[in-house]
């Protein structure tokens, strides 16, 4: 024997009914029980129009839809003629004793708990009535059942003030079981609604039809209970919070109970009570994908899984109430006038938490109990906070409350420490903990606005088998930007099958416009897409709206070279967000700046990484802390570290002047618009200083020895061009200092140096057996010497700048990320 539960979503409308008939027809066994909760949202509805009865509101329309909605499925679902009519006059009988009832409710303008528990009885008695009617004339046989007939409870009403009546579980058990001893046939039994003593109609409370599903099943010993719903199954964590929770084969009792008490929509935890003392199983079933095989609580339904959690959840609008003071150590049972005072508001307790030196007591509660317990604690302790032995009493409002949830953590060391370090690297702030002495869950206290960033932080922790998620924020979508883009779009398929990391980009900017989107935005239509939605760009209101939106593993990436974005880093990097850029504008201001960023990074637990400031691509700047934190000392860095200056020494020759290569760099577009910021040695002392620092060396820019390679008398000229044509004067100079190389079988480098705290940029002439001679085109070189490759240095060569190779390296920077956050 089955007994299945249908909720009201379910069967809101006929093709749902439909659906629900087939489920119930492939069960053979003639002895299953339904039970029905009524129609999609009608209890509501029945609450909605006694209110209006109450206010004097014409509400005959209202009952008429609701009337009309009734028939409306008994039309789709019965084909008959004759049967349909039979059963439309019933349902219409039902209103038509509904509308009596209002008419005395409006008339008297009061309705009491009792009359509004009748008045909601109508929803079930309708839909199981409608339902067995429907399969009967379906031809499967069955036999409509009144719950009422057979759960018997006390005198107490009010399910719309969330009070269920007590049921008599000896009465009721024998009551059903003589009812089953006649009745072999299907039965289709009424949700929610009982009977009292007196022969009153009460019901088992909102929601309460999983709990007549519950007394049946344990009345009859029934093989298991179903309990059919919207979902695949139990969920790690609520699908409209997490991207990719997934279905649970099992849980115990306790944990489908402690999950839901922290929020999930599981199961009432008193729905679960008598089938657990008689050991039933509850499966939890999709009736929208009856194929889905759901999610089965029984009693070691906790070990069936390696995950040392079954759920990640929240409980909203929480506050935190405190009571504090010097007296509260003095002060015998502050605790239980506490909890006394706030049982009297009728104010449910949902964590607690006391610190050993007895100061401070706080509890947390429904945000909506706030004030009313406030007043009422500052009531009870008015002597001892007049006296100053208590201070009185605070409130914090706007917080949640987080848990994990499961049987695994008993055994398993570290879970909080897990649970703890993860938030903290995502920088959500916790206000308070507390763990179940049951050791089935822990919570955490934390903001509201902190609530998806919290859940999805510590749903990606525990479930590591699940895909992680970093979330991007891009500026600038020149060259550099549009490329990584494309190889985001080119690799994501890859990297969220072999390496279970998904990339979304929330949000873009570029010169004119920004745009975000929580859902993400196609790495295909972004161009069109900022185009057409985009507002208007704005840095400020950029990074702002980054950083409300709150994303777990959100990372700025800057492909600018702009000065602006980087005064924004340090707030950033503050707000846990990491940083990816190839703009080395940031590393190459003042040491303090450069340190700041570094040090603020590491104490968020996020990453600022910037490999392409130097070498583009090249993995320069990781090979120099691999080395030093391999315990390596560097003793000497020597490197080409502009592709530009490289192109053209590496051109220049007795046929090609020096003015013409430069020229020519600048029309083939290796140099800057004005060839003179690479002439000028700047951008290659800035690199040197970027690999000084990260070596150790405190060096400033201005601690560096530039060579100019811009003549004095070029240096002023304003115009581009006419700067070009001067450039012209000094072909005879640079000749003169290539020939000397080349007498001397050598050739003209600009390199930087950097050695004893020392850095130089300069032309330098090398022989043949120089690792710099060979060096090609716009290719760069460095030369690294340490204690360990001291003889020998370690030598890093190839292409140092172009939007591929750079795009590659800022891309490689963020799977970096992707690695760590995992
Ligand atoms: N129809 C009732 C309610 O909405 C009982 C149930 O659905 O379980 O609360
Ligand atoms: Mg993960």
């Given at each position: 024997?089955?007994v299945?539960?249908f909720?009201?979503?379910?069967?809101?409308?006929?093709?749902?009914?439909?659906?629900?008939?087939?489920?119930?027809?492939?069960?053979?066994?003639?002895?299953?029980s339904?039970?029905?909760s009524?129609f999609?949202?009608?209890?509501?509805?029945?609450?909605?129009?006694?209110?209006?009865?109450?206010?004097?509101?014409?509400?005959?329309?209202?009952?008429?839809?609701?009337?009309?909605?009734?028939?409306?499925?008994?039309?789709?679902?019965?084909?008959?003629?004759?049967?349909?009519?039979?059963?439309?006059?019933t349902?219409?009988?039902?209103?038509?004793?509904?509308?009596?009832?209002l008419?005395g409710?409006?008339l008297?303008?009061?309705?009491?708990?009792?009359?509004?528990?009748?008045?909601?009885?109508f929803?079930?008695?309708?839909?199981?009535?409608?339902?067995?009617?429907?399969?009967?004339?379906?031809?499967?046989?069955?036999?409509?059942?009144?719950?009422?007939?057979?759960?018997?409870?006390?005198n107490?009403?009010?399910?719309?003030?969330?009070?269920?009546?007590?049921?008599?579980?000896?009465k009721?058990?024998?009551?059903i079981?003589?009812?089953?001893?006649?009745?072999?046939?299907?039965k289709?039994?009424?949700g929610?609604?009982?009977?009292?003593?007196?022969?009153?109609?009460?019901?088992?409370?909102?929601?309460?039809?999983d709990?007549?599903?519950s007394?049946?099943?344990?009345?009859?010993?029934a093989?298991?209970?179903?309990?059919?719903?919207?979902?695949?199954?139990?969920?790690?964590?609520?699908?409209?919070?997490?991207?990719?929770?997934f279905?649970?084969?099992?849980?115990?009792?306790?944990?489908?109970?402690?999950l839901?008490?922290?929020?999930?929509?599981?199961?009432?935890?008193?729905?679960?009570?008598?089938?657990?003392?008689?050991?039933?199983?509850?499966?939890?079933?999709?009736s929208?994908?009856?194929?889905a095989?759901?999610?089965?609580?029984?009693?070691d339904?906790?070990?069936?899984?390696?995950?040392?959690?079954?759920?990640?959840?929240?409980?909203?609008k929480?506050?935190?109430?405190?009571?504090?003071?010097n007296?509260?150590?003095?002060?015998?049972?502050s605790?239980?006038?506490?909890f006394?005072?706030?049982?009297?508001?009728?104010?449910?307790?949902?964590?607690?938490?006391?610190?050993?030196?007895?100061?401070?007591?706080?509890?947390?509660?429904?945000?909506?109990?706030a004030?009313?317990?406030?007043?009422?604690?500052?009531?009870?302790?008015?002597?001892?906070?007049?006296?100053?032995?208590?201070?009185?009493?605070?409130?914090?409002?706007?917080?949640?409350?987080v848990?994990?949830?499961g049987?695994?953590?008993?055994?398993?060391?570290?879970?909080?420490?897990?649970?703890?370090s993860?938030?903290?690297?995502n920088?959500?702030?916790?206000?308070?903990?507390?763990?179940?002495?049951?050791?089935?869950?822990?919570?955490?206290v934390?903001?509201?606005?902190?609530?998806?960033?919290?859940?999805?932080?510590?749903?990606d922790?525990?479930?590591?088998?699940?895909?992680?998620?970093?979330?991007?924020f891009l500026?600038?979508v020149?060259?550099?930007?549009?490329?990584?883009?494309?190889?985001?779009?080119?690799?994501?398929p890859?990297?969220?099958?072999?390496?279970?990391?998904?990339i979304?980009?929330?949000?873009i900017?570029?010169?004119?416009?920004?745009?975000?989107?929580?859902?993400?935005?196609?790495?295909?239509?972004?161009?069109s897409?900022?185009?057409?939605k985009?507002?208007?760009?704005?840095?400020a209101?950029?990074?702002?709206?980054?950083?409300?939106?709150n994303?777990?593993?959100?990372?700025?990436?800057?492909c600018?070279s702009?000065?602006?974005?980087?005064?924004?880093y340090?707030?950033?990097?503050?707000?846990?967000?990491?940083i990816?850029?190839?703009?080395k504008?940031?590393?190459?201001?003042?040491y303090?700046s450069?340190?700041?960023?570094?040090?603020?990074?590491?104490?968020?637990?996020?990453?600022?990484?910037?490999e392409?400031?130097?070498?583009?691509?090249?993995?320069?700047?990781?090979?120099?802390?691999?080395?030093?934190?391999?315990?390596?000392?560097?003793?000497?860095?020597e490197?080409?570290?502009?592709?530009t200056?490289?192109?053209?020494f590496?051109h220049?020759?007795?046929?090609?002047?020096?003015?013409?290569?430069?020229?020519?760099?600048k029309?083939k577009g290796f140099t800057?618009?004005?060839?003179?910021?690479?002439?000028n040695?700047?951008?290659?002392?800035r690199k040197?200083?970027?690999?000084?620092?990260?070596v150790?060396?405190t060096?400033e820019?201005?601690d560096?020895?530039?060579?100019?390679?811009?003549?004095?008398?070029?240096?002023?000229?304003?115009?581009?061009?006419?700067?070009?044509l001067?450039?012209?004067?000094?072909?005879?100079?640079?000749?003169?200092l290539?020939?000397?190389?080349e007498?001397?079988?050598?050739?003209?480098r600009?390199?930087?140096?950097?050695?004893?705290?020392k850095?130089?940029?300069?032309?330098?002439?090398?022989?043949?057996?120089h690792?710099?001679y060979?060096?090609?085109?716009s290719?760069?070189?460095?030369?690294?010497?340490?204690q360990?490759?001291?003889?020998?240095?370690?030598v890093?060569?190839?292409?140092?700048?172009?939007?591929?190779?750079?795009?590659?390296?800022?891309?490689?920077?963020?799977?970096r990320?992707?690695n760590y956050?995992?």
């Amino acid at each position: 024997m089955k007994v299945l539960k249908f909720g009201g979503s379910s069967i809101a409308d006929a093709t749902r009914i439909q659906r629900v008939i087939d489920i119930i027809n492939t069960y053979k066994n003639k002895e299953t029980s339904v039970v029905v909760s009524a129609f999609g949202g009608v209890t509501d509805e029945l609450i909605a129009i006694v209110k209006m009865a109450l206010m004097n509101v014409d509400y005959a329309k209202r009952v008429q839809e609701l009337e009309q909605r009734h028939l409306k499925i008994l039309t789709a679902l019965i084909s008959n003629k004759k049967e349909l009519e039979q059963i439309a006059q019933t349902v219409k009988t039902l209103f038509s004793e509904m509308v009596n009832l209002l008419k005395g409710i409006s008339l008297v303008k009061e309705c009491s708990d009792k009359t509004l528990d009748y008045m909601m009885s109508f929803g079930e008695r309708l839909s199981a009535m409608m339902i067995s009617q429907t399969l009967l004339s379906q031809k499967t046989d069955c036999v409509f059942v009144d719950a009422r007939q057979v759960i018997k409870t006390d005198n107490v009403f009010g399910a719309a003030r969330g009070i269920g009546a007590k049921v008599d579980l000896e009465k009721t058990t024998t009551l059903i079981k003589n009812f089953y001893a006649k009745n072999k046939k299907l039965k289709i039994i009424t949700g929610f609604i009982a009977e009292s003593d007196k022969g009153h109609t009460t019901t088992l409370g909102r929601n309460g039809s999983d709990y007549t599903a519950s007394i049946f099943a344990a009345a009859i010993d029934a093989k298991q209970l179903e309990i059919w719903k919207e979902v695949d199954g139990v969920l790690t964590a609520d699908p409209r919070m997490v991207n990719q929770p997934f279905v649970l084969k099992s849980v115990s009792y306790e944990e489908a109970m402690e999950l839901s008490h922290f929020g999930a929509n599981v199961i009432h935890p008193s729905t679960m009570t008598p089938v657990m003392e008689k050991n039933i199983p509850i499966w939890i079933k999709n009736s929208f994908n009856k194929n889905a095989i759901g999610t089965v609580i029984k009693r070691d339904g906790g070990k069936d899984t390696q995950d040392v959690i079954k759920g990640v959840t929240a409980i909203p609008k929480i506050a935190l109430l405190q009571l504090k003071g010097n007296g509260m150590m003095g002060i015998p049972g502050s605790s239980k006038r506490l909890f006394d005072a706030l049982a009297q508001a009728q104010v449910n307790v949902i964590l607690i938490t006391q610190a050993s030196s007895q100061h401070t007591l706080c509890v947390a509660i429904n945000q909506a109990n706030a004030v009313e317990a406030k007043r009422l604690v500052d009531e009870e302790f008015r002597l001892e906070i007049k006296s100053k032995e208590i201070d009185p009493i605070t409130i914090t409002n706007d917080l949640c409350i987080v848990a994990i949830v499961g049987e695994g953590m008993r055994s398993a060391v570290g879970t909080s420490g897990k649970m703890f370090s993860a938030l903290g690297k995502n920088g959500v702030n916790i206000i308070a903990i507390a763990q179940g002495s049951s050791e089935l869950n822990i919570s955490a206290v934390v903001t509201e606005q902190d609530k998806y960033k919290a859940i999805n932080v510590l749903h990606d922790a525990f479930f590591i088998s699940q895909t992680t998620t970093l979330h991007l924020f891009l500026i600038g979508v020149g060259l550099i930007g549009k490329t990584l883009i494309q190889m985001i779009q080119k690799q994501l398929p890859t990297l969220q099958e072999k390496h279970l990391l998904d990339i979304k980009i929330l949000g873009i900017s570029r010169t004119q416009k920004m745009y975000f989107s929580e859902a993400g935005i196609s790495t295909q239509k972004h161009e069109s897409i900022l185009e057409e939605k985009g507002e208007k760009a704005n840095l400020a209101k950029f990074v702002k709206t980054m950083k409300d939106m709150n994303y777990s593993n959100s990372v700025l990436i800057d492909c600018t070279s702009n000065e602006e974005v980087i005064s924004y880093y340090e707030e950033i990097l503050q707000h846990n967000i990491s940083i990816v850029t190839p703009n080395k504008k940031a590393n190459s201001s003042t040491y303090k700046s450069y340190r700041t960023l570094k040090t603020t990074a590491q104490q968020r637990g996020v990453k600022f990484l910037y490999e392409t400031n130097v070498g583009a691509g090249l993995p320069i700047i990781s090979t120099i802390n691999d080395l030093l934190n391999s315990g390596d000392t560097i003793v000497k860095i020597e490197a080409v570290l502009s592709g530009t200056l490289n192109y053209i020494f590496s051109h220049f020759s007795a046929q090609n002047k020096f003015s013409e290569v430069v020229l020519e760099a600048k029309q083939k577009g290796f140099t800057e618009p004005d060839p003179r910021d690479d002439l000028n040695g700047m951008d290659v002392a800035r690199k040197i200083v970027i690999l000084a620092r990260e070596v150790g060396a405190t060096l400033e820019m201005k601690d560096i020895d530039v060579q100019n390679l811009v003549p004095e008398d070029c240096r002023k000229i304003k115009d581009i061009e006419a700067f070009m044509l001067k450039l012209q004067t000094h072909n005879a100079h640079f000749e003169t200092l290539r020939k000397k190389a080349e007498d001397k079988g050598e050739k003209l480098r600009f390199a930087a140096h950097f050695e004893n705290n020392k850095a130089k940029v300069s032309l330098v002439s090398v022989p043949a057996s120089h690792p710099f001679y060979n060096l090609n085109g716009s290719d760069n070189i460095i030369s690294i010497t340490s204690q360990r490759y001291l003889k020998q240095p370690l030598v890093i060569k190839g292409p140092g700048a172009g939007a591929d190779v750079t795009a590659a390296g800022v891309f490689a920077d963020i799977i970096r990320i992707g690695n760590y956050v995992k």
